[in-house]
């Protein structure tokens, strides 16, 4: 039995929302670093709930996404095929959170498409 289904039991998940790094090679314009660049971004869950709203008469939905909570400029200096270089900056994601967000009807996340096929 798969237990990765239990995505939206009220109570049982616990938001896990958090910085991860991933070495690439950053190409802008046909001008590449000469390195690899550790670039961060935000992955994780957070919470979410559709729960049914007597006075609304209909179901309320609370979503939360995983998202940038602090984040500084960095630089990298690339390498352009005519032997120039390029000073290029890009944001780097140094702390995440869970924020609210409106849940739109029909929007599906990633890992619900997984779980689909």
Request: charged share 15%; proline share 2%; with cysteine.
């Amino acid at each position: 039995m798969v237990y990765d289904e239990l995505w939206c039991v009220p109570g049982r998940l616990q938001s896990v929302c958090q910085v991860e790094s991933q070495q690439i090679i950053v190409e802008v314009n046909h001008c590449v670093s000469a390195a690899p660049v550790n670039v961060t971004s935000c992955v994780g869950h957070c919470r979410s709930s559709s729960m049914y709203s007597a006075a609304a008469n209909s179901m309320m939905h609370q979503c939360e996404c995983c998202h940038e909570a602090t984040t500084s400029m960095k630089q990298v200096e690339l390498t352009c095929a005519d032997g120039s270089t390029l000073q290029h900056s890009y944001s780097q994601v140094e702390s995440c959170r869970c924020r609210m967000e409106t849940c739109s009807a029909g929007a599906t996340t990633r890992a619900q498409h997984r779980r689909r096929r």
